[in-house]
């Protein structure tokens, strides 16, 4: 027999007025998919490459209905994937302690904020895109890089702290 | 630059559902009236599209009833495809699969297919007069075919079976060319 359970439609399935009109997800792998994986390649070498997409995108996955709005969502999948390669090359790193650390391409390197953020260490760079580019709030920014939302808050908050001791010294 | 391999498009999606990080999961699938896009929510199928409606348009749909993080996966709706394809081609009796009517904001009009879903299986046809009198509102006629042109999971919920009382087939939101193929299909196209 056929079930019907949802008799009034739940109020938490549908998104809330205020948050933005995002794309079905899967809009985005299918445009996006294939020059993120050349992304991935560039940054983990053909070995790796699609495992670390496939966690990045489930990473963004579980960050994107937090997102507060659409606008440059292939960027932030950019940025997502970068810091996953990130991650999984420090990973393996632990294992293979002879690697050297990727060299990473910043996309999106030409504004002031892009200026302000470069003397910074990458993981410090891309907390603060997240939080502040993306405008994630710190669960949002801890899916992304896949840590706790304290972690996500010390992050970036380190990141302020150094970016301002920088600037004021 | 080489496309994304369908191994990691696969393990994506299912590690999505796993995760319960998807709000709907969709896929497209070929049968005998034309391609489909079939879109299923946490609680049943709640969207089934012809090859004429936009994907685009489908699936935004749904994401902006449901949620925006639809994945894609034909392994996870293995069991829908399989009952649509065997339904399509003849074979089995009923097209026994849950049905969540989410995407229905009217009330009436949701009540309306629920009954039509519940009631009316294969090989029987109803009249929009009757289909309303089944629903509590036998002057209804007009609101049930409204209820009907706007299903958004044909097939499923039966609408093809749907006639109207003075004779004929009468209209279908998939195109009569395909209500009569199903209606045929179940041996109860009317002379």
């Known amino acids: 027999m056929p079930r019907y359970t949802g008799v009034t439609p739940s109020a938490s399935l549908r998104s809330s007025p205020a948050s933005p009109r995002l794309p079905p997800f899967w809009s985005l792998v299918e445009a996006h ?12 070498g053909p070995d790796h490459a699609e495992d670390v997409l ?12 937090r997102l507060r709005h659409a606008d440059h969502l292939r960027a932030w999948l950019y940025r997502v994937t970068t810091t996953t390669a990130i991650d999984a090359h420090r990973s393996r790193r632990r294992e293979l302690p002879v690697e050297e650390v990727p060299a990473v391409a910043v996309e999106d390197d030409r504004d ?7 003397p910074l260490p990458e993981t410090s760079r891309v907390a603060l895109r997240l939080r502040f580019v993306d405008d994630l709030d710190y ?27 920088r600037h004021l010294a | 630059m080489t496309p994304l391999p369908d191994s990691l498009l696969d393990s994506l999606a299912s590690a999505a559902v796993r995760e ?10 070929d049968t005998p009236i034309g391609r489909l896009l079939v879109v299923q929510g946490p609680r049943g199928l709640v969207r089934i599209g012809f090859a004429e409606e936009p994907e685009d348009a489908v699936l935004a749909q749904v994401a902006g009833r449901l949620g925006p993080r639809l994945v894609a996966s034909d392994r996870e709706l293995g069991p829908v495809r399989d009952a649509l394809s065997a ?11 849950p049905v969540d009517l989410e995407m229905v904001a009217a009330p009436f009009r949701r009540h309306v297919l629920e009954t039509l879903h519940r009631e009316v299986g294969r090989g029987e046809v109803v009249t929009y007069g009757a289909l309303a009198e089944r629903s509590g509102n036998p002057r209804a006629a007009r609101a049930v075919g409204t209820a009907c042109a ?17 004779g004929g087939i ?22």
């Open chain 1, 139 to 165: 669960e949002g920014v801890a899916d992304a890089l896949g840590c706790s939302p304290v972690a996500a808050r010390q992050r970036v908050s380190t990141a302020v702290r150094s970016l301002r001791e």
């Open chain 1, 112 to 118: 002031d904020f892009e200026a302000l953020i470069a």
């Open chain 1, 54 to 65: 496939q966690d990045a995108l489930l990473r963004a996955l579980r960050a994107y209905p």
């Open chain 2, 20 to 29: 319960g990080l998807a709000d709907a999961v969709f896929t497209r699938l």
């Open chain 2, 170 to 191: 009468g209209a279908y939101g998939g195109g009569v060319a395909r209500k009569r193929v199903l209606l045929a299909l179940e041996g109860a196209l009317p002379d």
């Open chain 2, 87 to 97: 339904y399509l081609e003849g074979e089995g009796d009923r097209l026994d699969l």
């Open chain 2, 150 to 166: 706007r299903n958004p999971v044909p097939l499923v919920v039966p609408c093809h079976r749907v006639l109207p009382g003075s």
């Open chain 1, 33 to 44: 998919g294939e020059e993120l994986l050349a992304h991935a390649r560039r940054l983990s």
